[in-house]
């Protein structure tokens, strides 16, 4: 697969990570994740939130796509990344709200 098919899915993914209604369970878990050297700012907690959201929804997303890939006789690599980007954009149907609200200022 091009790595130039994986922009669109981390694109996707990130934003995912920041606007999910899952990054508060994700944050309200940090004392589960986070290590205990480092400082638990808020704003740190969340940003690591938001990254674990991203990369948690890249791997779900990728697994028809890795699916597809193995059970295929001849995989055609822009299908896979149309799989992968599909499964990223129906994971992140959830965040569309809070985009929006972000969007429209409120």
Do not use: H, K
Not at 37 to 57: D, E, F, G, K, R
Not at 79 to 87: F, P, Q
């Amino acid at each position: 697969m091009d790595r130039n098919a994986l922009v669109p899915v981390m694109a996707v993914a990130i934003v995912n990570g920041i606007f999910s209604p899952w990054v508060l369970m994700v944050f309200l878990f940090y004392p589960v994740w986070y290590p205990g050297w480092a400082p638990p700012l808020s704003q740190i907690v969340y940003m690591a939130s938001a990254l674990i959201l991203s990369t948690m929804t890249i791997m779900l997303a990728g697994v028809p796509a890795a699916l597809y890939e193995r059970w295929s006789t001849r995989p055609r690599s822009i299908v896979v990344a149309s799989i992968w980007l599909a499964g990223t954009v129906l994971l992140t149907l959830p965040a569309l709200p809070n985009v929006m609200r972000a969007l429209s200022g409120g």
